[in-house]
């Protein structure tokens, strides 16, 4: 049995174990595989029978030229980089890891919105620098800080990641409001208000962005939406970067509109040097980290180890491709 992992580095950049792997089959390990030459793609699968993948196009072309690959393992929840319909054609069952990082994101997300509140990174450089030691006064403060009790925290997608967000923001004594295609009884315990999208944008104080991407999603905030929105709203989103239309929230930071966002993703990653996020004013980017955290990639390697032993069983879990 060969196992080939094409694009391993940011799973077990070193900290991790790939042993559990190594006990089901011959495992070879790329850290890195081109994201755009199929070609360097088909080669490394060559006659590999178990194939895992994290942001590695699997695409039609490459499953023909590599017949021998019997099972895609996702090394995280999105699949959208293999071409689902042709794997169910070829039989070629697709299973990827459902839930992992559900604390380590709703903390990143919180953790964003406290960085644009109290601007502490900021504040430990100047402290650094010599600002406070030459300071006439006992204390200083270069921008607005904010309390977040009795502000309103909304949240567009309250799943897993949102419920959790959901629950640390009631801690910090916020009203959690969401806007979901279902409404889950987690929620509802936590106090969680359940309102329409509109309504969301118009009485959101922070609005969080906690959904997978959908059709109905993509570019949901864009300048038509944020016209609806609160003068100095926050914007929160470490879901997905394609949710978000970049030229139009950065004029609305620019103007003032949105008073300040914090961002793990971006619509093309790595980040490109001309996104206009990148200059503009109030703006928090991180390079997609929230998922990151040691505890979070240890799930996922222990779910994708269940399902290629499942798989080898012969009763696959996890299968997005049924």
């Excluded at 595989?33 to 196009?57: C, F, M, Q, W, Y």
């Excluded at 023909?64 to 319909?85: E, K």
């Excluded at 609005?207 to 300048?223: K, S």
């Excluded at 996104?275 to 980290?289: E, S, V």
């Amino acid at each position: 049995m060969h196992i080939v992992i094409l694009d391993g580095y940011t799973e077990n950049p070193g900290d991790l174990s790939w042993g559990e792997l190594e006990k089901l089959g011959d495992l070879t390990v790329y850290d890195r595989t081109s994201l755009t030459d199929e070609d360097e793609i088909i080669s490394r699968i060559g006659g590999a029978e178990v194939v895992l993948t994290n942001k590695t196009p699997i695409s039609r072309r490459v499953m023909d030229a590599c017949p021998s690959m019997r099972f895609i393992a996702m090394l995280a929840t999105g699949y959208n980089v293999v071409d689902i319909a042709c794997a169910k054609e070829k039989g070629i069952p697709v299973s990827n890891v459902p839930v992992y990082g559900t604390h380590s994101v709703s903390q990143f997300a919180i953790a964003l919105l406290l960085e644009i509140c109290h601007h502490i990174g900021y504040h430990n450089d100047t402290v650094k620098s010599g600002k406070w030691e030459q300071c006439p006064d006992w204390c200083y403060w270069d921008y607005p800080l904010i309390e977040l009790a009795g502000k309103t925290y909304g949240l567009l997608g309250c799943g897993n990641i949102g419920i959790h967000t959901a629950a640390i923001a009631s801690a910090l004594g916020m009203h959690v409001i969401a806007y979901d295609m279902r409404q889950r009884d987690e929620a509802l315990q936590l106090g969680v208000e359940y309102v329409s999208l509109d309504e969301l944008f118009a009485r959101s104080d922070v609005l969080g962005l906690q959904m997978p991407l959908f059709p109905f999603n993509t570019g949901i905030i864009n300048r038509e939406n944020i016209a609806k929105m609160k003068d100095g709203v926050i914007i929160i989103n470490n879901s997905r970067g394609q949710m978000v239309v970049e030229q139009d929230l950065a004029d609305a930071l620019n103007s003032g509109k949105v008073a300040a966002a914090g961002l793990d993703v971006v619509s093309t990653e790595p980040i490109r040097g001309d996104n206009p996020l990148l200059t503009a004013k109030n703006c928090i980017l991180t390079p997609h980290i929230s998922w990151a955290p040691r505890e979070s990639r240890q799930r996922i390697m222990d779910c994708t180890v269940d399902n290629v032993r499942a798989y080898l069983q012969g009763a696959p879990i996890n299968v997005v491709n049924p």
